[in-house]
C-alpha cells in the first residue's frame, strides 16, 4: 500500500473520529439529521472522556506493571491460539457467532422484529414462500399498508430486492425466520476467518483475534440477530472475497462461485454490493496480476500468460453472476415496471437515488451534509463496534500514519474498510448500520494496528536498565486492556440495557390472545396520521414521499379533507379538491403547532382551527390512544395466507370496516385499542369498541 495513500487514509479516519464535523449538518427541518447530530454529539463527548481515562489507567498500569512482566504470558496465550488450526477456529467463531446472535433474537428481542426494513421484508417474504410473487389485499389497501410497503399492478409488495427475501422466504417455509439471520452471521465470521488465513498468512495470532472479535462484536450481534439484508450481503460479500481468493491460489473455476455470490449481495444491497464486489474480485486478482508481470518482466511469454490468467476469471465471475442480473431485472419488471427500476424507486421516487439532491424529506442533501453524516456515522460505528470508550477508527487511523510499513495484505481491508464510508457519502441515508458489510475488515486492522504494543519486539527495555521509566508500548498496551474492560463493564452492559422494554412497549408489539381460540379479525386502531397515510396511498394513490410531505405540511384536518374528497373523485374544475400544500419542502410551516395528545397518536394543527364534524370524529376516536399495526401485521395471518392465526387489519372507522367484516365473517371482530388515557392496549369487542371510538 503507498505510504502516502495510507498517510492520508490514516489521517481522515483520526479526522472523522475525533472532529465534531456533525455540526456542518444542516439539521433544522430534520428530525433524522438531528437526531444524528444528538447522537454523534453524546458519542463524541464519551469519546474524549473515555479515551482520556483509558490512556490515564494504562500509563498508570504501565508503571506498576511493565509490559516485559505481561508479554510472555500473553505470549504463551498466542501459542495456544495458534495451535488450533485455522479451519477449526474457522468453525469454533461461527458456532460463537450462532450461538451470540440466537440469544439476542430469542432473548433480547424476544422473537420479534421492530423496525419497519424487517417487518416489510417478512411480510413479502411470507407471499413469496406461499408461491405468490404479491399479495393480494381485499377490500381497501389502506387497511393493510405500512411504510416501505406498496401496491402495484401485481399487488402488495415490499420495497427490497428479491434475494433476501427469497433467503427469508426459505425460513418462513421451514418454520424458522428467525434463524436466518444468525445463520447468515456465523457464515459471514467463519468466512472471514478464512479469508483472512490467504490475506495475512503471517499474522495467524491476529487471524484468531480478528475472527474472535467479529463473533463477539455486539455491533455485529445486535444486526446480525435480526431480519436485516445487511446479514445476506454480508455473509455473500465475504463469500465472495474467499472465492476470489481461492482462484487466485487455485483455478479459475472459484469465480464462478466469486460473481454467483456477487449476484446474490447485489440483490439484496445493490449499491454497496456492487463495489464491495467489484473490490472483492479485482482488488484480489489485479494485483497478483501486475505484481507477476513485474516479475517476469524478462520472460515474454510468462508475462504474456497472465493477462488470459485475469480474463479467464473475470469471465467466470460474469457467467457466475448473469444469472442473478436476469432475475433481478425479471423482479423489477414484474413488479416495478422496467428492469432497472428498483422498488425504493417506485416507492419514493428519483429524489431516493445517490447523488447531491433534494432527499425524499424534502431537505437539500450537499457535499457538507455528506462530510457532517459520514463523521457522525464513523464516530458511532468506532464506537459500536466493540463497545470501546476509544473509537476503532482513531485506532486505526493513527496507526496507518506512524507505522513505517504495514503487513501484506493490510492494503485490500483498508480498501474494504474505506470503501463503505465513501459509498455511502453520495447516499442520502446516514446510519452506522449502514458500515456493516465493512465491520469485519475495521476488526482486522485494529488487531494489526495493536498487535505491536503486544509484540516483544517493540519498545523492549534492556534487561540491564534497572531504572523503571514509562514506555510508549507499555502505555499503549494497558490502554487497550483498559479500553476492553471498560467495554465488558460499562459498554456493553449500557448497550444491552437499551433493548429491555416496558410492559406497555411489549404489550403493543405481542399478540393478543382472542378468548376461546377462535378465528379473529383484530382491527389495530392505529392514529389519526397513520390512518391518513395509507389512505393517501393505495393503489393508484401518491408515493410515500409525497406523503411525507403532505402530512409534515398541512394540520390534520385539512388532509383529512383533502383525502376523502379525493377519494370521492369529486374534483373538477367547478369543485376542486381542498386546497392544501402540496410542495416536497423541508420542514413544517411555522404557524402549524403540535399540541399534547395520547400515546401513541399525532395531531397537527394551527391556531384557532375549526375542525368540522368529520374532523372532530376522527380526533375523538384517538382520545385513548392509538397502536401502530406494523409491529403486529407480521405476526399473524394475511390476507390470502391464513393458518387460524389473528389476521391483523387497520381500523379506518365501521364504515370503511365493514366491507372487511363482511369479507370475514368467519372470524369473530375485536379492536385492539387503549380502554382509557394511558392505559395499555387491550382487546375490546367490535362493537363495543365502534360504539365508543366513532359513535357507532
Same mark, same amino acid.
Given at each position: 500500500?503507498?505510504?502516502?495513500?495510507?498517510?492520508?487514509?490514516?489521517?481522515?479516519?483520526?479526522?472523522?473520529?475525533?472532529?465534531?464535523?456533525?455540526?456542518?449538518?444542516?439539521?433544522?427541518?430534520?428530525?433524522?439529521?438531528?437526531?444524528?447530530?444528538?447522537?454523534?454529539?453524546?458519542?463524541?463527548?464519551?469519546?474524549?472522556?473515555?479515551?482520556?481515562?483509558?490512556?490515564?489507567?494504562?500509563?498508570?498500569?504501565?508503571?506498576?506493571?511493565?509490559?516485559?512482566?505481561?508479554?510472555?504470558?500473553?505470549?504463551?496465550?498466542?501459542?495456544?491460539?495458534?495451535?488450533?488450526?485455522?479451519?477449526?477456529?474457522?468453525?469454533?467463531?461461527?458456532?460463537?457467532?450462532?450461538?451470540?446472535?440466537?440469544?439476542?433474537?430469542?432473548?433480547?428481542?424476544?422473537?420479534?422484529?421492530?423496525?419497519?426494513?424487517?417487518?416489510?421484508?417478512?411480510?413479502?417474504?411470507?407471499?413469496?414462500?406461499?408461491?405468490?410473487?404479491?399479495?393480494?389485499?381485499?377490500?381497501?389497501?389502506?387497511?393493510?399498508?405500512?411504510?416501505?410497503?406498496?401496491?402495484?399492478?401485481?399487488?402488495?409488495?415490499?420495497?427490497?430486492?428479491?434475494?433476501?427475501?427469497?433467503?427469508?422466504?426459505?425460513?418462513?417455509?421451514?418454520?424458522?425466520?428467525?434463524?436466518?439471520?444468525?445463520?447468515?452471521?456465523?457464515?459471514?465470521?467463519?468466512?472471514?476467518?478464512?479469508?483472512?488465513?490467504?490475506?495475512?498468512?503471517?499474522?495467524?495470532?491476529?487471524?484468531?483475534?480478528?475472527?474472535?472479535?467479529?463473533?463477539?462484536?455486539?455491533?455485529?450481534?445486535?444486526?446480525?440477530?435480526?431480519?436485516?439484508?445487511?446479514?445476506?450481503?454480508?455473509?455473500?460479500?465475504?463469500?465472495?472475497?474467499?472465492?476470489?481468493?481461492?482462484?487466485?491460489?487455485?483455478? =479459475?473455476?472459484?469465480?464462478?462461485?466469486?460473481?454467483?455470490?456477487?449476484?446474490?449481495?447485489?440483490?439484496?444491497?445493490? =449499491?454497496?454490493?456492487?463495489?464491495?464486489?467489484?473490490?472483492?474480485?479485482?482488488?484480489?486478482?489485479?494485483?497478483?496480476?501486475?505484481?507477476?508481470?513485474?516479475?517476469?518482466?524478462?520472460?515474454?511469454?510468462?508475462?504474456?500468460?497472465?493477462?488470459?490468467?485475469?480474463?479467464?476469471?473475470?469471465?467466470?465471475?460474469?457467467?457466475?453472476?448473469?444469472?442473478?442480473?436476469?432475475?433481478?431485472?425479471?423482479?423489477?419488471?414484474?413488479?416495478?415496471?422496467?428492469?432497472?427500476?428498483?422498488?425504493?424507486?417506485?416507492?419514493?421516487?428519483?429524489?431516493?437515488?445517490?447523488?447531491?439532491?433534494?432527499?425524499?424529506?424534502?431537505?437539500?442533501?450537499?457535499?457538507?451534509?455528506?462530510?457532517?453524516?459520514?463523521?457522525?456515522?464513523?464516530?458511532?460505528?468506532?464506537?459500536?463496534?466493540?463497545?470501546?470508550?476509544?473509537?476503532?477508527?482513531?485506532?486505526?487511523?493513527?496507526?496507518?500514519?506512524?507505522?513505517?510499513?504495514?503487513?501484506?495484505?493490510?492494503?485490500?481491508?483498508?480498501?474494504?474498510?474505506?470503501?463503505?464510508?465513501?459509498?455511502?457519502?453520495?447516499?442520502?441515508?446516514?446510519?452506522?448500520?449502514?458500515?456493516?458489510?465493512?465491520?469485519?475488515?475495521?476488526?482486522?486492522?485494529?488487531?494489526?494496528?495493536?498487535?505491536?504494543?503486544?509484540?516483544?519486539? #517493540?519498545?523492549?527495555?534492556?534487561?540491564?536498565?534497572?531504572?523503571?521509566?514509562?514506555?510508549?508500548?507499555?502505555?499503549?498496551?494497558?490502554?487497550?486492556?483498559?479500553?476492553?474492560?471498560?467495554?465488558?463493564?460499562?459498554?456493553?452492559?449500557?448497550?444491552?440495557?437499551?433493548?429491555?422494554?416496558?410492559?406497555?412497549?411489549?404489550?403493543?408489539?405481542?399478540?393478543?390472545?382472542?378468548?376461546?381460540?377462535?378465528?379473529?379479525?383484530?382491527?389495530?386502531?392505529?392514529?389519526?396520521?397513520?390512518?391518513?397515510?395509507?389512505?393517501?396511498?393505495?393503489?393508484?394513490?401518491?408515493?410515500?414521499?409525497?406523503?411525507?410531505?403532505?402530512?409534515?405540511?398541512?394540520?390534520?384536518?385539512?388532509?383529512?379533507?383533502?383525502?376523502?374528497?379525493?377519494?370521492?373523485?369529486?374534483?373538477?374544475?367547478?369543485?376542486?379538491?381542498?386546497?392544501?400544500?402540496?410542495?416536497?419542502?423541508?420542514?413544517?410551516?411555522?404557524?402549524?403547532?403540535?399540541?399534547?395528545?395520547?400515546?401513541?397518536?399525532?395531531?397537527?394543527?394551527?391556531?384557532?382551527?375549526?375542525?368540522?364534524?368529520?374532523?372532530?370524529?376522527?380526533?375523538?376516536?384517538?382520545?385513548?390512544?392509538? #397502536?401502530?399495526?406494523?409491529?403486529?401485521?407480521?405476526?399473524?395471518?394475511?390476507?390470502?395466507?391464513?393458518?387460524?392465526?389473528?389476521?391483523?387489519?387497520?381500523?379506518?372507522?365501521?364504515?370503511?370496516?365493514?366491507?372487511?367484516?363482511?369479507?370475514?365473517?368467519?372470524?369473530?371482530?375485536?379492536?385492539?385499542?387503549?380502554?382509557?388515557?394511558?392505559?395499555?392496549?387491550?382487546?375490546?369487542?367490535?362493537?363495543?369498541?365502534?360504539?365508543?371510538?366513532?359513535?357507532?
Amino acid at each position: 500500500m503507498p505510504v502516502l495513500m495510507r498517510r492520508l487514509v490514516g489521517g481522515m479516519l483520526l479526522l472523522l473520529s475525533f472532529a465534531p464535523l456533525y455540526l456542518a449538518i444542516d439539521a433544522e427541518d430534520d428530525a433524522l439529521r438531528q437526531a444524528i447530530v444528538d447522537v454523534a454529539g453524546t458519542t463524541l463527548a464519551l469519546v474524549q472522556a473515555g479515551t482520556l481515562i483509558a490512556v490515564l489507567l494504562g500509563g498508570l498500569m504501565a508503571f506498576v506493571l511493565p509490559r516485559a512482566r505481561v508479554l510472555p504470558i500473553l505470549q504463551r496465550i498466542g501459542d495456544r491460539l495458534t495451535a488450533i488450526g485455522t479451519g477449526t477456529w474457522a468453525v469454533g467463531v461461527s458456532l460463537l457467532a450462532f450461538l451470540l446472535t440466537v440469544f439476542v433474537s430469542t432473548v433480547m428481542y424476544r422473537g420479534l422484529y421492530t423496525n419497519i426494513d424487517e417487518i416489510s421484508s417478512v411480510i413479502h417474504a411470507r407471499y413469496l414462500a406461499a408461491g405468490q410473487l404479491a399479495g393480494v389485499l381485499p377490500g381497501s389497501a389502506a387497511g393493510w399498508l405500512i411504510p416501505n410497503m406498496l401496491t402495484v399492478d401485481a399487488g402488495w409488495v415490499s420495497q427490497f430486492p428479491p434475494s433476501h427475501l427469497v433467503l427469508l422466504a426459505g425460513g418462513v417455509a421451514l418454520g424458522v425466520p428467525m434463524l436466518l439471520g444468525p445463520l447468515l452471521f456465523a457464515a459471514l465470521a467463519g468466512l472471514f476467518t478464512l479469508c483472512l488465513a490467504r490475506l495475512l498468512p503471517e499474522h495467524q495470532v491476529a487471524i484468531r483475534v480478528s475472527g474472535l472479535l467479529v463473533a463477539l462484536s455486539p455491533f455485529l450481534s445486535l444486526l446480525g440477530a435480526g431480519g436485516w439484508s445487511h446479514a445476506s450481503a454480508g455473509a455473500f460479500l465475504w463469500l465472495t472475497v474467499y472465492a476470489a481468493l481461492r482462484a487466485r491460489d487455485g483455478g =479459475w473455476s472459484w469465480s464462478v462461485l466469486a460473481g454467483a455470490a456477487i449476484g446474490v449481495a447485489v440483490c439484496s444491497r445493490p =449499491w454497496i454490493s456492487v463495489l464491495l464486489g467489484t473490490l472483492a474480485t479485482l482488488g484480489v486478482w489485479l494485483p497478483h496480476t501486475l505484481a507477476d508481470e513485474r516479475r517476469t518482466s524478462g520472460d515474454t511469454a510468462s508475462s504474456h500468460g497472465r493477462w488470459p490468467w485475469l480474463m479467464a476469471r473475470a469471465g467466470g465471475t460474469v457467467l457466475g453472476g448473469a444469472p442473478f442480473a436476469l432475475a433481478l431485472g425479471w423482479y423489477n419488471r414484474a413488479l416495478f415496471g422496467a428492469p432497472t427500476t428498483l422498488g425504493y424507486i417506485a416507492a419514493f421516487g428519483e429524489r431516493h437515488g445517490l447523488g447531491f439532491h433534494q432527499d425524499p424529506w424534502g431537505n437539500e442533501y450537499t457535499p457538507l451534509d455528506a462530510l457532517g453524516l459520514t463523521s457522525g456515522d464513523v464516530i458511532v460505528f468506532g464506537t459500536q463496534l466493540l463497545e470501546t470508550p476509544v473509537p476503532l477508527g482513531a485506532v486505526i487511523g493513527l496507526w496507518l500514519l506512524a507505522t513505517r510499513r504495514v503487513p501484506a495484505g493490510t492494503g485490500f481491508l483498508v480498501a474494504w474498510a474505506v470503501l463503505p464510508v465513501a459509498a455511502n457519502s453520495v447516499y442520502w441515508f446516514h446510519s452506522s448500520r449502514m458500515m456493516y458489510e465493512a465491520a469485519p475488515a475495521w476488526l482486522a486492522l485494529a488487531v494489526l494496528a495493536l498487535a505491536p504494543v503486544f509484540s516483544a519486539d #517493540v519498545g523492549a527495555v534492556p534487561q540491564r536498565s534497572r531504572r523503571r521509566r514509562l514506555e510508549p508500548a507499555s502505555v499503549g498496551m494497558w490502554s487497550a486492556i483498559v479500553a476492553m474492560v471498560m467495554a465488558a463493564f460499562l459498554g456493553i452492559p449500557q448497550r444491552v440495557g437499551s433493548y429491555v422494554w416496558d410492559s406497555d412497549t411489549l404489550t403493543r408489539l405481542t399478540v393478543p390472545t382472542p378468548p376461546n381460540a377462535e378465528p379473529a379479525l383484530i382491527f389495530v386502531h392505529a392514529s389519526w396520521n397513520e390512518r391518513l397515510s395509507a389512505r393517501l396511498q393505495g393503489p393508484g394513490g401518491m408515493r410515500q414521499d409525497s406523503v411525507i410531505s403532505l402530512l409534515r405540511r398541512n394540520t390534520n384536518c385539512s388532509l383529512h379533507e383533502y383525502t376523502v374528497a379525493r377519494e370521492q373523485g369529486v374534483a373538477s374544475e367547478v369543485t376542486p379538491l381542498p386546497a392544501v400544500d402540496l410542495r416536497q419542502l423541508a420542514g413544517t410551516p411555522a404557524d402549524i403547532v403540535r399540541p399534547p395528545v395520547p400515546e401513541g397518536t399525532t395531531l397537527r394543527t394551527r391556531q384557532g382551527e375549526r375542525f368540522s364534524a368529520a374532523c372532530q370524529r376522527e380526533l375523538n376516536a384517538d382520545r385513548f390512544g392509538a #397502536v401502530a399495526l406494523a409491529p403486529l401485521l407480521w405476526q399473524g395471518d394475511l390476507p390470502g395466507i391464513e393458518r387460524g392465526e389473528p389476521l391483523f387489519v387497520r381500523d379506518l372507522g365501521p364504515e370503511r370496516n365493514d366491507v372487511l367484516v363482511r369479507h370475514y365473517s368467519d372470524r369473530r371482530a375485536w379492536v385492539f385499542v387503549p380502554k382509557e388515557p394511558g392505559a395499555p392496549p387491550e382487546l375490546v369487542p367490535y362493537a363495543e369498541a365502534m360504539q365508543v371510538l366513532w359513535g357507532g
